[in-house]
């Protein structure tokens, strides 16, 4: 999948993708990553991306003109893909949105500063508005970073491991279970024993009522739409006691 990141601080995207997965993924030729700065297709003299809100106000705003050339210049050499505008005032990104996305042969990512971007690059070119959060951030440039990074390891062959079952309905609605390595005791705290038991059928029932009693003491809405069985249920009933 390719993605093209238009934004003003192509500099802040030195490191996010040159390491682990997402390094191997470029390496491997599964994802490809562009930088286009916006800065590069401003006309005048000085480069200028920003100018003053038109009915007054503080802050600025994003010209026009250098979004619109440098999304023309991305469709002329790698044609038209789906342009998203991250911005606190669109669709909230979760996963289901990511597995979305990673059906796409091409996303074109624009990260705005400062206020925003005028509202007719929106109106012209946008075809997704896209927030990572209900908080405000200094620019898009991080959002950006998330979105790749969610999307790309639900590409096909990213992550190695054949089929990913996080992905299934089944545990994606849930929280993940906790997790132990090596040692078996660590400053006074053990491993569960049932997962030195070597009783897998037993195994996945803790891991099923871990997930399950945290999900319903830190994120109690993601039960409302989960996939539950009658069994889930009668846990949740029993670990609210
Ligand atoms: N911003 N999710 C303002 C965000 C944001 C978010 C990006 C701040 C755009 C102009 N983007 N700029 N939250 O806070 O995506």
């Known amino acids: 999948m390719r993605f ?8 802040m995207f030195a490191s996010p993708f040159e390491h682990s997965i997402l390094k191997r993924a470029r390496e491997a030729g599964l994802i490809d990553v562009q930088l286009v700065n916006i800065r590069d297709f401003a006309e005048d003299k000085h480069h200028v991306t920003d100018d003053y809100p038109y009915g007054g106000g503080n802050g600025m705003v994003m010209k026009p003109e250098p979004i619109a050339k440098a999304l023309r210049d991305v469709e002329g050499r790698s044609g038209k893909g ?6 606190p005032s669109g669709k909230r990104f979760d ?47 991080l959002p950006a970073m998330i979105i790749i990074d969610a999307v790309s390891r639900l590409i096909p062959g990213v992550l190695g491991c054949a089929d ?8 994606r ?3 993940e279970y906790p997790q132990y390595t090596r040692p078996p005791e660590f400053e006074g705290k053990r491993v569960p024993d049932v997962l030195l038991s070597g009783h897998h059928a037993e195994i996945v029932k803790w891991r099923r009522k871990e997930a399950l009693r945290k999900t319903l ?16 249920k009668k846990i949740i009933e029993d670990l609210k006691g």
Not at 82 to 87: D, G
Not at 116 to 129: A, H, L, T
Not at 164 to 171: G, K, L, N, R, T
Not at 217 to 232: H, M
Request: hydrophobic residues 40%; negative net charge.
């Open 82 to 87: 789906k342009v998203i505008l991250l911005s």
């Open 217 to 232: 003491i830190v994120r109690p809405d993601l039960l409302e739409k989960a996939d539950l069985s009658r069994e889930d």
């Open 95 to 141: 996963q289901g949105i990511a597995k979305g996305l990673s059906a796409e042969e091409h996303l074109v990512l624009i990260c705005g500063r400062y206020e925003g971007i005028d509202e007719r690059v929106r109106e012209s070119f946008v075809d997704e508005e896209i927030s990572v959060g209900d908080y405000i951030l200094t620019g898009g440039e």
């Open 173 to 175: 609605d849930l929280l």
């Open 164 to 171: 990913s079952p996080e992905e299934e309905s089944f545990s």
């Open 4 to 11: 093209d990141i238009l934004t003003i601080f192509p500099e």
